[in-house]
């Protein structure tokens, strides 16, 4: 072969390898036809279907509108919260507005409070003040006509010098009120109770636009004041210390007394001496003693008297008689009814009745 016949043929492979495979045409099966009882049962599938295709289509329609209303409502409700938000806002800015208010009224009614009680207690110190002032001026008409250095108060309230001292009865009871209403405060109100005398008792200094001479001469009336403050703290000091002394001296006599009367009267010496008189004796100091006695004894307490005398009595009498029967050596004689009355046997008798009868008769 030629090469051109070899490269003829190589182009034929080549076309025949390009060309598309052509696809046969597919013969397609018809299907068999339907038999009846078929297209009855696919009758009743496509009514089926229909049926059910309706009625989920009214569950659709019927959820749609239940949640439109459900929608509805929750718009509503949502605006009901809105309006009562903001009614609650205004109720609770009233609240507040309110609640200040009756705190800045309770505030000044504490202050107002504390502003009375504190000119309560400046005039009442006030009148400790003027009583004391009072007091020290008779002291000091003591000292100069050299009398004792106290003033007993009297009970007078017609205005005399016992009563421009010692004051009337009502005063004093106020005294002795305030004196205890003292005891039971604590130490800041006794602090603000001095700091309130002492604004009044103690003028203020003023020592401002003073020279030297005049300053001199303020320290020197301060040193006085405290002279003067010593020697009226001295005399009362020594008045009290006078006072204790005579109270112990009195109660020492009292005591001597009490002591020498309950003597007197066969009591106990020191049985005068407390704060309550003796006890009386009304009764038996046994009648109050501990029951100790068991239920046997207790039951047995009032048992005996004249019926246990009379029961022993009579049961003594009782075994005396049956001894004495018990020892007796014949017996009762047996009372035979048929029998007369002087062949009675006695039954004791070793031979019976019978016997003796016959005997009678031989004889």
Known sequence: MSDEEEYSEEEEE???EEKPE?????????????????????????????????????????????????EEELRVLKEKQKKRRAARGEEEKYLIEK???????????????????VEEKKRRLQEVERKRAAMMDAMKKNEAEQKPNFVVPT?????????????????????????????????????????????????????????????KEKANQFWELIVKLETEKYDLEERQ????????ELAERQRQIN???????????EALSGKHPPKLQVASKYERRIDRRSYDDKKNLFNGGNEAQNEAVLEKIWNDRFMEFSSRKGKVPEWIPGAPPSKTTIADEDEPVEEEEEEEEEE
């Open 14 to 16: 080549e076309e025949e």
């Open 22 to 70: 052509v696809k046969k045409p597919v013969k397609v099966e018809e299907a068999p036809p339907k038999t009846e009882a078929e297209l009855i049962l696919e009758e009743k599938f496509n009514k089926k279907k229909n049926v059910d295709d309706d009625q989920w289509q009214e569950y659709i329609e019927q959820w749609r509108r239940q949640r439109a209303k459900e």
């Open 99 to 117: 609640k200040k208010q009756e705190e800045e009224q309770r505030q000044r009614e504490i202050e107002e409070k504390k502003m009375r009680d």
């Open 155 to 215: 009970k007078r309230t017609d205005g005399g010098p016992g009563a421009a001292v010692g004051g009337s009865a009502m005063d004093k009871m106020l005294n002795v009120t305030a004196a205890k209403a003292d005891l039971g405060k604590t130490k800041e109100q006794l602090a603000e109770d001095k700091k309130i005398a002492l604004t009044f008792r103690v003028d203020p200094l003023e020592i401002e636009g003073m020279g030297l001479d005049q300053l």
């Open 241 to 248: 210390k006078r006072q204790d002394y005579d109270l112990k």
């Open 259 to 269: 002591r020498n009367t309950a003597l007197k009267k066969g009591l106990d010496p």
